[in-house]
């Protein structure tokens, strides 16, 4: 079963900045729609943001919208996240997730494959 990787989480600073990256473990994987997810303790999983593959299209939500940003590279079959103005709110599990095939998703549910998580934590 094809997993995910993400990397680049660590403690930042109230206004920094950190980018994250997801892998899955086989070059091959049909990654049409990615995404990003976070959860911080006693919370609900919360969507972050999405990307379609084939065009790059991007969507977000409303908590970190004009903050942070997805890419992808497709030459190395990567997606980043690119955390910019961290706030102490945004400290939580950074996870990526992939198995959708609805640009328009944005429940946890609609994901059926997930990394194991980066943790972010933003100091005050």
């Known amino acids: 079963q094809v997993q995910l990787k993400e990397s680049g989480g660590g403690l930042v600073q109230a206004g920094g900045s950190l980018r994250l990256s997801c892998t899955p473990s086989?070059?091959?994987?049909?990654?049409?729609?990615m995404a990003w997810f976070r959860q911080s303790p006693g919370k609900e999983r919360e969507f972050v943001g999405i990307?379609?593959?084939?065009?790059?299209?991007?969507a977000y939500g409303a908590s970190v919208e004009g903050r942070f940003t997805i890419q992808r590279s497709a030459s190395k079959n990567t997606m980043y996240l690119q955390l910019n103005n961290l706030q102490p709110e945004d400290t939580a599990v950074y996870y990526c997730?992939?198995?959708?095939?609805?640009?328009?998703?944005?429940?946890?549910?609609?994901?059926?494959?997930w990394g194991q998580g980066t943790q972010v934590t933003v100091s005050s």
């Open positions: 997730a992939a198995g959708s095939r609805d640009y328009y998703s944005r429940r946890a549910d609609d994901f059926g494959t």
């Open positions: 086989e070059p091959t994987f049909n990654n049409n729609i």
């Open positions: 990307i379609r593959w084939r065009d790059a299209r991007t």
